[in-house]
Protein backbone atom coordinates (compact mmCIF):
# COMPACT_ATOMS: atom_id res chain seq x y z
CA UNK A 1 0.00 0.00 0.00
CA UNK A 2 1.73 3.24 -0.88
CA UNK A 3 0.18 5.52 1.77
CA UNK A 4 1.91 3.57 4.24
CA UNK A 5 5.37 3.96 4.92
CA UNK A 6 5.27 1.13 7.98
CA UNK A 7 5.85 1.20 11.57
CA UNK A 8 7.63 2.88 14.28
CA UNK A 9 8.12 1.31 17.58
CA UNK A 10 7.23 3.33 20.73
CA UNK A 11 10.32 1.68 22.88
CA UNK A 12 13.14 2.08 20.42
CA UNK A 13 11.96 4.01 17.73
CA UNK A 14 13.45 1.77 15.50
CA UNK A 15 11.21 1.86 11.53
CA UNK A 16 10.10 -1.16 10.46
CA UNK A 17 9.11 -2.15 7.17
CA UNK A 18 4.88 -2.51 6.40
CA UNK A 19 4.10 -6.14 6.17
CA UNK A 20 0.60 -6.80 7.40
CA UNK A 21 1.40 -9.97 9.74
CA UNK A 22 3.43 -7.64 12.11
CA UNK A 23 1.81 -6.90 15.35
CA UNK A 24 4.68 -5.69 17.37
CA UNK A 25 8.45 -5.11 17.51
CA UNK A 26 10.64 -7.89 17.48
CA UNK A 27 13.64 -6.17 19.08
CA UNK A 28 11.50 -5.16 21.68
CA UNK A 29 8.73 -8.34 21.93
CA UNK A 30 4.97 -7.31 22.93
CA UNK A 31 6.01 -3.85 24.75
CA UNK A 32 7.33 -2.90 21.57
CA UNK A 33 4.06 -1.55 20.43
CA UNK A 34 4.07 0.01 17.45
CA UNK A 35 2.69 3.19 15.61
CA UNK A 36 1.74 2.88 11.93
CA UNK A 37 3.12 5.53 9.66
CA UNK A 38 1.84 7.24 6.76
CA UNK A 39 3.30 9.01 3.79
CA UNK A 40 1.94 12.18 4.64
CA UNK A 41 2.71 13.65 1.32
CA UNK A 42 1.43 11.21 -0.70
CA UNK A 43 -1.85 11.45 1.40
CA UNK A 44 -1.86 15.17 0.69
CA UNK A 45 -2.12 14.74 -3.29
CA UNK A 46 -5.17 12.26 -2.40
CA UNK A 47 -6.99 13.57 -0.11
CA UNK A 48 -8.44 16.88 0.62
CA UNK A 49 -11.83 18.63 2.24
CA UNK A 50 -13.29 18.48 -1.53
CA UNK A 51 -12.59 14.06 -1.22
CA UNK A 52 -14.62 14.54 1.96
CA UNK A 53 -17.05 16.88 0.93
CA UNK A 54 -18.10 14.83 -1.71
CA UNK A 55 -17.68 11.00 -0.27
CA UNK A 56 -21.30 9.71 0.64
CA UNK A 57 -20.00 6.79 2.64
CA UNK A 58 -21.31 7.90 6.28
CA UNK A 59 -19.61 5.23 8.51
CA UNK A 60 -15.89 5.31 9.33
CA UNK A 61 -15.35 3.78 6.07
CA UNK A 62 -15.48 7.06 4.64
CA UNK A 63 -11.73 7.57 6.16
CA UNK A 64 -10.36 4.04 4.70
CA UNK A 65 -7.92 6.34 3.37
CA UNK A 66 -6.35 7.33 5.92
CA UNK A 67 -6.30 4.09 7.49
CA UNK A 68 -3.77 0.67 7.47
CA UNK A 69 -6.36 -1.63 5.52
CA UNK A 70 -7.34 -2.55 2.23
CA UNK A 71 -10.87 -2.03 2.26
CA UNK A 72 -12.02 -4.77 -0.25
CA UNK A 73 -15.25 -5.91 1.84
CA UNK A 74 -16.08 -3.04 3.97
CA UNK A 75 -19.31 -2.69 2.21
CA UNK A 76 -20.97 -5.50 4.31
CA UNK A 77 -19.68 -4.66 8.01
CA UNK A 78 -22.66 -3.25 10.70
CA UNK A 79 -22.74 0.79 10.53
CA UNK A 80 -19.69 2.09 12.31
CA UNK A 81 -18.90 5.91 13.34
CA UNK A 82 -20.07 9.18 12.08
CA UNK A 83 -22.06 9.33 15.43
CA UNK A 84 -23.68 12.59 16.04
CA UNK A 85 -21.98 15.61 17.45
CA UNK A 86 -24.01 17.49 19.50
CA UNK A 87 -23.63 21.09 19.99
CA UNK A 88 -24.84 21.07 23.49
CA UNK A 89 -27.07 24.19 24.92
CA UNK A 90 -28.43 23.08 28.25
CA UNK A 91 -24.88 20.83 29.85
CA UNK A 92 -23.04 24.25 28.11
CA UNK A 93 -24.83 26.56 30.07
CA UNK A 94 -25.28 24.67 33.06
CA UNK A 95 -21.30 24.36 32.92
CA UNK A 96 -21.19 27.92 32.13
CA UNK A 97 -18.89 26.94 28.84
CA UNK A 98 -19.49 28.93 25.43
CA UNK A 99 -19.27 25.86 23.22
CA UNK A 100 -19.10 22.68 24.44
CA UNK A 101 -19.96 19.73 21.73
CA UNK A 102 -20.98 15.84 22.52
CA UNK A 103 -19.78 12.91 19.91
CA UNK A 104 -22.12 10.81 20.93
CA UNK A 105 -20.15 7.47 20.38
CA UNK A 106 -22.70 5.27 22.18
CA UNK A 107 -24.59 5.28 19.17
CA UNK A 108 -22.37 2.58 17.44
CA UNK A 109 -24.23 -0.53 16.25
CA UNK A 110 -22.77 -2.22 19.53
CA UNK A 111 -23.32 0.32 21.69
CA UNK A 112 -19.62 1.84 22.21
CA UNK A 113 -16.28 3.77 20.93
CA UNK A 114 -14.77 0.33 20.58
CA UNK A 115 -16.93 -0.77 17.68
CA UNK A 116 -14.07 1.44 15.92
CA UNK A 117 -11.37 -0.62 16.32
CA UNK A 118 -13.53 -3.98 16.22
CA UNK A 119 -14.39 -3.28 12.70
CA UNK A 120 -10.94 -3.30 11.91
CA UNK A 121 -10.20 -6.09 13.46
CA UNK A 122 -12.94 -8.07 11.64
CA UNK A 123 -11.61 -6.63 8.51
CA UNK A 124 -8.21 -7.43 9.37
CA UNK A 125 -8.99 -10.70 9.66
CA UNK A 126 -10.68 -10.90 6.95
CA UNK A 127 -7.96 -9.64 4.24
CA UNK A 128 -5.66 -11.93 6.14
CA UNK A 129 -7.82 -15.36 5.73
CA UNK A 130 -8.62 -15.68 9.52
CA UNK A 131 -11.86 -17.50 10.71
CA UNK A 132 -11.23 -17.13 14.55
CA UNK A 133 -10.67 -13.99 16.51
CA UNK A 134 -10.17 -13.84 20.00
CA UNK A 135 -9.77 -11.09 22.29
CA UNK A 136 -9.57 -10.54 26.62
CA UNK A 137 -11.95 -7.02 27.83
CA UNK A 138 -13.35 -5.20 30.05
CA UNK A 139 -16.40 -5.79 28.78
CA UNK A 140 -16.91 -3.50 25.36
CA UNK A 141 -13.73 -4.41 23.00
CA UNK A 142 -15.47 -8.01 23.47
CA UNK A 143 -19.69 -7.07 22.58
CA UNK A 144 -18.10 -4.95 19.81
CA UNK A 145 -15.78 -7.69 18.45
CA UNK A 146 -18.64 -10.28 18.92
CA UNK A 147 -21.10 -8.29 17.29
CA UNK A 148 -18.98 -7.03 14.34
CA UNK A 149 -17.54 -10.44 13.97
CA UNK A 150 -21.38 -11.96 13.71
CA UNK A 151 -22.24 -9.45 11.30
CA UNK A 152 -19.05 -10.78 8.78
CA UNK A 153 -19.72 -14.62 9.60
CA UNK A 154 -16.34 -14.96 11.82
CA UNK A 155 -16.79 -16.73 15.11
CA UNK A 156 -14.92 -15.22 18.13
CA UNK A 157 -13.28 -16.54 21.45
CA UNK A 158 -13.82 -13.80 24.37
CA UNK A 159 -11.74 -13.52 27.82
CA UNK A 160 -13.85 -11.15 30.53
CA UNK A 161 -13.34 -10.96 34.20
CA UNK A 162 -15.69 -12.08 36.39
CA UNK A 163 -16.89 -8.86 36.97
CA UNK A 164 -17.95 -7.25 33.51
CA UNK A 165 -21.63 -6.43 33.77
CA UNK A 166 -24.51 -8.61 32.82
CA UNK A 167 -25.77 -6.45 29.67
CA UNK A 168 -22.29 -6.79 28.31
CA UNK A 169 -22.00 -10.15 28.56
CA UNK A 170 -25.57 -10.26 27.30
CA UNK A 171 -24.55 -8.99 24.57
CA UNK A 172 -21.81 -11.32 23.91
CA UNK A 173 -24.07 -14.62 24.24
CA UNK A 174 -26.62 -13.24 21.83
CA UNK A 175 -23.57 -12.69 19.37
CA UNK A 176 -22.69 -16.19 19.34
CA UNK A 177 -19.31 -15.84 21.03
CA UNK A 178 -17.69 -18.49 23.03
CA UNK A 179 -17.45 -16.86 26.29
CA UNK A 180 -15.03 -17.41 28.88
CA UNK A 181 -15.78 -15.53 32.19
CA UNK A 182 -12.31 -15.42 34.06
CA UNK A 183 -12.61 -15.61 38.04
CA UNK A 184 -9.85 -12.79 38.54
CA UNK A 185 -9.28 -9.62 37.56
CA UNK A 186 -9.08 -7.68 34.00
CA UNK A 187 -4.91 -8.29 33.89
CA UNK A 188 -5.51 -11.96 35.01
CA UNK A 189 -7.77 -12.40 32.05
CA UNK A 190 -5.47 -10.61 29.85
CA UNK A 191 -2.63 -13.09 30.20
CA UNK A 192 -5.06 -16.00 30.00
CA UNK A 193 -6.24 -14.62 26.53
CA UNK A 194 -2.54 -14.09 25.39
CA UNK A 195 -1.64 -17.83 26.20
CA UNK A 196 -5.20 -19.08 24.82
CA UNK A 197 -4.40 -16.97 21.65
CA UNK A 198 -0.22 -18.35 21.55
CA UNK A 199 -1.48 -21.82 22.14
CA UNK A 200 -4.37 -21.82 18.98
CA UNK A 201 -3.38 -19.42 16.86
CA UNK A 202 -6.58 -16.83 16.46
CA UNK A 203 -6.25 -13.93 15.13
CA UNK A 204 -5.69 -10.97 18.11
CA UNK A 205 -7.79 -8.35 18.65
CA UNK A 206 -5.87 -7.32 21.72
CA UNK A 207 -5.89 -3.50 20.93
CA UNK A 208 -2.86 -2.39 22.44
CA UNK A 209 -1.30 -5.05 20.71
CA UNK A 210 -2.54 -4.70 17.27
CA UNK A 211 -1.60 -1.43 16.21
CA UNK A 212 -4.43 -1.09 13.31
CA UNK A 213 -6.77 -1.04 16.15
CA UNK A 214 -5.60 2.65 17.38
CA UNK A 215 -6.18 3.80 13.30
CA UNK A 216 -9.82 2.60 13.63
CA UNK A 217 -10.04 4.57 17.07
CA UNK A 218 -8.79 7.87 15.35
CA UNK A 219 -11.55 7.72 13.25
CA UNK A 220 -13.46 9.15 16.19
CA UNK A 221 -11.21 12.62 15.77
CA UNK A 222 -11.35 12.30 11.98
CA UNK A 223 -15.30 12.98 12.23
CA UNK A 224 -15.01 15.52 14.62
CA UNK A 225 -13.03 17.66 12.86
CA UNK A 226 -15.06 16.95 9.66
CA UNK A 227 -18.08 17.56 11.78
CA UNK A 228 -17.27 21.03 12.89
CA UNK A 229 -15.85 21.83 9.62
CA UNK A 230 -12.67 21.57 10.30
CA UNK A 231 -11.99 23.89 12.99
CA UNK A 232 -11.17 21.55 15.83
CA UNK A 233 -12.07 22.55 19.56
CA UNK A 234 -9.51 23.69 21.85
CA UNK A 235 -10.34 20.62 24.12
CA UNK A 236 -11.06 17.15 23.44
CA UNK A 237 -12.33 15.18 26.83
CA UNK A 238 -11.93 11.25 26.70
CA UNK A 239 -11.86 8.87 29.52
CA UNK A 240 -9.29 6.09 29.61
CA UNK A 241 -8.33 2.56 30.60
CA UNK A 242 -5.72 0.68 28.50
CA UNK A 243 -5.12 3.88 26.64
CA UNK A 244 -5.70 2.80 22.85
CA UNK A 245 -8.45 5.02 23.25
CA UNK A 246 -6.85 8.32 23.58
CA UNK A 247 -3.76 7.38 21.58
CA UNK A 248 -6.31 7.07 18.40
CA UNK A 249 -7.82 10.40 19.56
CA UNK A 250 -4.46 11.94 19.99
CA UNK A 251 -3.60 10.11 16.14
CA UNK A 252 -6.51 11.35 14.13
CA UNK A 253 -5.71 14.75 15.09
CA UNK A 254 -2.02 14.19 14.62
CA UNK A 255 -2.89 12.61 10.77
CA UNK A 256 -5.07 15.53 9.92
CA UNK A 257 -3.08 17.98 11.12
CA UNK A 258 0.02 16.37 9.05
CA UNK A 259 -2.35 16.85 5.91
CA UNK A 260 -3.01 19.94 6.66
CA UNK A 261 -7.02 19.48 6.55
CA UNK A 262 -6.67 21.32 10.25
CA UNK A 263 -4.50 24.08 11.74
CA UNK A 264 -3.58 22.36 15.57
CA UNK A 265 -4.43 19.51 17.66
CA UNK A 266 -6.68 19.89 20.43
CA UNK A 267 -5.44 19.67 23.85
CA UNK A 268 -6.83 16.23 25.10
CA UNK A 269 -8.01 16.02 28.74
CA UNK A 270 -8.04 12.64 29.69
CA UNK A 271 -9.42 11.42 32.48
CA UNK A 272 -8.92 7.80 34.64
CA UNK A 273 -11.42 6.95 37.94
CA UNK A 274 -10.06 8.15 41.61
CA UNK A 275 -10.20 4.11 42.59
CA UNK A 276 -8.22 3.35 39.41
CA UNK A 277 -5.65 5.77 37.95
CA UNK A 278 -1.90 4.06 37.35
CA UNK A 279 -1.49 6.46 33.94
CA UNK A 280 -3.02 9.72 35.64
CA UNK A 281 -0.13 9.32 38.13
CA UNK A 282 2.61 8.18 35.65
CA UNK A 283 1.33 11.43 33.99
CA UNK A 284 2.18 13.40 36.79
CA UNK A 285 5.06 11.99 38.46
CA UNK A 286 6.87 11.96 34.88
CA UNK A 287 7.30 8.07 35.21
CA UNK A 288 6.15 4.92 34.79
CA UNK A 289 3.11 3.38 35.74
CA UNK A 290 2.66 0.93 38.63
CA UNK A 291 0.21 -0.95 38.43
CA UNK A 292 -2.97 -0.32 40.96
CA UNK A 293 -6.09 -1.91 42.19
CA UNK A 294 -9.60 -1.73 39.78
CA UNK A 295 -11.46 0.25 42.30
CA UNK A 296 -14.06 1.81 40.65
CA UNK A 297 -17.62 1.48 39.20
CA UNK A 298 -16.21 2.21 35.54
CA UNK A 299 -15.88 -1.04 34.52
CA UNK A 300 -14.64 -0.46 31.04
CA UNK A 301 -11.92 1.64 32.22
CA UNK A 302 -11.18 -0.04 35.53
CA UNK A 303 -7.75 -1.18 34.18
CA UNK A 304 -5.22 -1.43 36.81
CA UNK A 305 -2.36 -2.67 34.61
CA UNK A 306 -2.38 -0.27 31.07
CA UNK A 307 -1.52 -2.06 27.93
CA UNK A 308 -0.92 1.14 25.93
CA UNK A 309 1.14 3.06 28.57
CA UNK A 310 3.15 4.62 26.25
CA UNK A 311 1.17 5.88 23.53
CA UNK A 312 -1.23 6.96 26.43
CA UNK A 313 0.90 9.40 28.09
CA UNK A 314 2.28 10.47 25.02
CA UNK A 315 -0.60 11.46 23.34
CA UNK A 316 -1.81 13.51 25.96
CA UNK A 317 1.92 15.17 26.51
CA UNK A 318 2.29 15.88 23.03
CA UNK A 319 -1.14 17.40 22.84
CA UNK A 320 -0.41 19.82 25.40
CA UNK A 321 -2.86 18.17 27.60
CA UNK A 322 -3.41 17.05 31.27
CA UNK A 323 -4.69 13.83 32.87
CA UNK A 324 -6.93 14.52 35.76
CA UNK A 325 -9.02 12.34 38.34
CA UNK A 326 -12.67 11.51 39.14
CA UNK A 327 -14.14 10.03 41.93
CA UNK A 328 -17.34 7.11 41.34
CA UNK A 329 -20.04 10.12 42.73
CA UNK A 330 -18.97 12.32 40.36
CA UNK A 331 -18.72 9.80 37.69
CA UNK A 332 -22.83 9.19 38.62
CA UNK A 333 -23.17 12.55 38.76
CA UNK A 334 -22.34 13.57 35.51
CA UNK A 335 -24.18 10.66 34.52
CA UNK A 336 -27.54 12.03 35.73
CA UNK A 337 -26.25 15.52 34.49
CA UNK A 338 -26.51 14.06 30.87
CA UNK A 339 -29.13 12.33 30.54
CA UNK A 340 -31.13 14.99 31.99
CA UNK A 341 -29.63 18.04 30.40
CA UNK A 342 -28.81 16.57 26.81
CA UNK A 343 -30.80 12.98 26.45
CA UNK A 344 -27.87 11.07 26.09
CA UNK A 345 -27.49 7.96 28.02
CA UNK A 346 -23.87 6.99 29.28
CA UNK A 347 -22.58 4.37 30.81
CA UNK A 348 -20.03 5.16 33.72
CA UNK A 349 -16.50 4.88 31.66
CA UNK A 350 -18.52 6.79 28.93
CA UNK A 351 -19.68 10.18 31.22
CA UNK A 352 -16.15 9.70 32.93
CA UNK A 353 -14.92 12.19 30.35
CA UNK A 354 -17.58 14.52 31.47
CA UNK A 355 -16.85 14.13 35.25
CA UNK A 356 -13.38 15.19 34.63
CA UNK A 357 -14.27 18.11 32.46
CA UNK A 358 -16.77 19.31 35.36
CA UNK A 359 -13.69 19.17 37.87
CA UNK A 360 -10.92 20.70 35.15
CA UNK A 361 -13.52 23.92 34.90
CA UNK A 362 -13.22 23.93 38.77
CA UNK A 363 -9.76 23.96 39.03
CA UNK A 364 -9.56 26.11 36.11
CA UNK A 365 -7.73 23.91 33.95
CA UNK A 366 -10.06 24.55 31.33
CA UNK A 367 -11.82 28.08 31.09
CA UNK A 368 -15.37 28.97 30.01
CA UNK A 369 -14.25 31.11 26.84
CA UNK A 370 -12.37 27.52 25.90
CA UNK A 371 -14.00 25.14 22.84
CA UNK A 372 -14.59 21.59 24.38
CA UNK A 373 -15.31 18.36 22.56
CA UNK A 374 -16.37 15.58 25.38
CA UNK A 375 -16.83 12.16 23.39
CA UNK A 376 -18.93 10.06 25.02
CA UNK A 377 -17.46 6.48 25.27
CA UNK A 378 -20.34 3.92 25.53
CA UNK A 379 -23.98 3.36 25.85
CA UNK A 380 -25.70 3.58 29.58
CA UNK A 381 -27.88 0.95 28.62
CA UNK A 382 -24.91 -1.62 28.57
CA UNK A 383 -24.79 -1.21 32.52
CA UNK A 384 -28.24 -0.30 34.26
CA UNK A 385 -27.60 -1.34 37.69
CA UNK A 386 -25.49 1.75 38.32
CA UNK A 387 -27.40 3.74 36.33
CA UNK A 388 -30.16 3.06 38.37
CA UNK A 389 -27.74 4.01 41.45
CA UNK A 390 -27.01 7.44 39.72
CA UNK A 391 -30.91 8.17 39.11
CA UNK A 392 -32.25 6.29 42.15
CA UNK A 393 -35.96 4.43 42.52
CA UNK A 394 -39.13 5.82 40.60
CA UNK A 395 -42.17 6.65 42.83
CA UNK A 396 -44.21 3.33 43.88
CA UNK A 397 -48.03 3.62 43.80
CA UNK A 398 -50.89 1.38 44.38
CA UNK A 399 -52.55 0.75 40.89
CA UNK A 400 -56.09 2.79 42.77
CA UNK A 401 -56.26 6.45 41.45
CA UNK A 402 -56.75 8.07 44.83
CA UNK A 403 -53.33 7.68 45.04
CA UNK A 404 -52.57 9.89 42.65
CA UNK A 405 -53.19 12.75 45.44
CA UNK A 406 -49.70 11.67 46.29
CA UNK A 407 -48.29 12.73 43.63
CA UNK A 408 -46.10 16.42 44.78
CA UNK A 409 -45.87 17.63 41.07
CA UNK A 410 -42.77 19.79 41.48
CA UNK A 411 -40.88 17.17 43.76
CA UNK A 412 -41.47 13.81 41.98
CA UNK A 413 -43.01 15.29 38.51
CA UNK A 414 -39.88 17.20 37.67
C1 LIG B 1 -12.62 0.85 26.47
C2 LIG B 1 -13.38 2.02 26.89
C3 LIG B 1 -12.77 3.22 27.28
C4 LIG B 1 -11.28 3.42 27.37
O1 LIG B 1 -10.53 2.97 26.28
P1 LIG B 1 -9.05 2.42 26.52
O2 LIG B 1 -8.50 2.19 25.19
O3 LIG B 1 -9.15 1.21 27.34
O4 LIG B 1 -8.33 3.52 27.25
C5 LIG B 1 -13.58 4.27 27.66
N1 LIG B 1 -14.93 4.16 27.66
C6 LIG B 1 -15.55 3.04 27.27
C7 LIG B 1 -17.03 2.99 27.29
C8 LIG B 1 -14.81 1.93 26.87
O5 LIG B 1 -15.44 0.81 26.52
ZN1 LIG C 1 11.40 -1.71 19.37
Not at 234 to 258: E, I
Not at 269 to 296: D, I, R
Not at 314 to 329: F, H, M, P
Not at 388 to 409: F, H, T
Amino acid sequence: MKKLLGFTCTICNKDLEWNPSTYTCPSCGTEGILDVKYDYEFLKGHIDKKYFAENKNYTMWRYAPLMSIEGKKLKQTLKVGWTPLYRSERLAKHLGLEKLYIKDDGLNPTGSLKDRASAVAVAKAMEAGWDTIACSSTGNAASSLAGNAASMGLKTVIFVPERAPQGKVAQLLIYGANVISVKGNYQQTFEMSAAAIEKWGWYNRNAAINPHLVEGKKTVSLEIAEQLEWQVPDWVVVSVGDGCTVAGVYKGFYDLHQIGLIDRIPKILAVQAAGCSPLYKAFLENKPFEPTEENTIADSIAVGVPRNPIKALRAVKDSQGTYITVTDEEILAAMKLLGSLEGIFGEPAGVTGLAGLIKALQEQTIVSTESVAFICTGNGLKDVQNAIQAAGEPLKLEPDVKELDKIDLFHNMK
